[in-house]
């Protein structure tokens, strides 16, 4: 059978931030070949896929040889002879080989990048492009809406502002091409206004402006301005979009934003996104309150969720039973989808079922950590997620993505046309 696994190899590589990563190689019996990198997350849930490090003093202890191992032992004797295109067989026997409800004995790195790479190397027999192969019997027509960083803040840029992430999104571009213009323009803009604002430190993890403000709010309105200096109309052309990570400054319904020296009590800090809500075009928001703040984030979807897209991060960690139990209580109304977090493209495409059982919307998204593997971008196509989430628009890591988008609106039949406004809840 040409779909058979005959050989799966890990290999030690390098991520953005310069440190060692997973990489996976899979060879089916028709000679073809599938390979994907595990990427990592600087802001992470406590629910969710651990990496395998190594540890002691080689490169802060974030070494994976341990990870290789995994995938060269254990994994590839796991693996021969099954069939590549059995991915759910394939991923439940990664799930039972290591054992753990987090997958770190032998390392969500290692498990991850396997499944990915699984996914290639059936593509790859079966001669067809990956998003392809995902779709099934399905045919693709749109490309997924960009979602941008501008500004890096929180744990992706030495916490200069509190909130991780200030992003746009392109509202009123028709297509991916249009998308990622109006995208550039923004953020030449906000580099300028940066520069002569004397606010310009550097460029964060995701490749954003590592801002200089006094204020997480100062970040919202040089991001309007940055939006209206580049020829667009807040709100219609271009909208905002907030990555809050509270969990990364919250624990037990208290808030500390250090840039303001303030601490917030779990309906303060929502009362504030509320206000910002009405004074600034923010489209979605994710994270609004901390993972382990139940009562918060139901309260806050309940008054804002009808207007945005409220979205779970490390509040649902692409868990299936975390998105339907946050479901139930009314949480949140969008997921993210990152395959990492998880541990397999199984489970990641469990959440997104779930998501959609529910009545949510999705985002697939990278992490902080990345590298030149293009995997989500057809997991967006191919399981026809209306967003994705890749970083700012620079640096190759976030680049080789959000070109890879443009290569596949070139084989849809659609030339990348973008979902309708209509489908999105800022837009009903």
Known sequence: MKTTIERVHGRRVWDSRGRPTVEVEVATASGTIGRAIAPAGA??????????????????????????????NEIAAALAGMDARDQTSIDRRLIDLDGTANKGRLGGNALIATSMAIAHAAAAAEGVPLWRYLAGDDEPGLLPLPEIQIFGGGAHAGRRVDLQDFMVIATGAGDFATALDWTAEVYIAAGKLMAEAGKLQGVADEGGFWPAFDGNEDALDMLVRAIEKAGFSPGEDVSISLDIAATDFGRDGRYRLAREDRELSSEELSEMLLDWLGRYPIVAIEDPLGEDDDVGMTAFTARAGNQVEVVGDDFVTTNAARITEAASIG???????????????????????????????????????????????????????????????????????????????????????????????WGR
Request: hydrophobic share 40%; charged share 25%.
């Open 331 to 425: 949480a949140c109304n969008t997921a993210l989808i990152k395959p990492n977090q998880i541990g397999t493209l199984t489970e990641a495409r469990a959440a997104l079922d779930a998501a959609r059982a529910a009545g949510w919307e999705s985002i697939v998204s990278a992490r902080s950590g990345e590298t030149e593997d293009v995997t989500i971008v057809h997991l967006a196509i191919g399981w026809g997620i209306k967003q994705l989430k890749v970083g700012s628009f620079t640096r190759s890591e976030r680049m080789v993505k959000w070109n890879e988008g443009l290569r596949l609106a070139d084989q849809l039949s659609s030339g990348g046309r973008l979902p309708p406004r209509s489908d999105f809840p």
């Open 43 to 72: 802001s992470t849930g406590s629910a969710e896929a651990v990496d395998l490090r190594d540890g002691g003093d080689a490169f802060a202890g974030y070494d994976v040889r341990k990870a290789v191992g995994s995938v060269e």
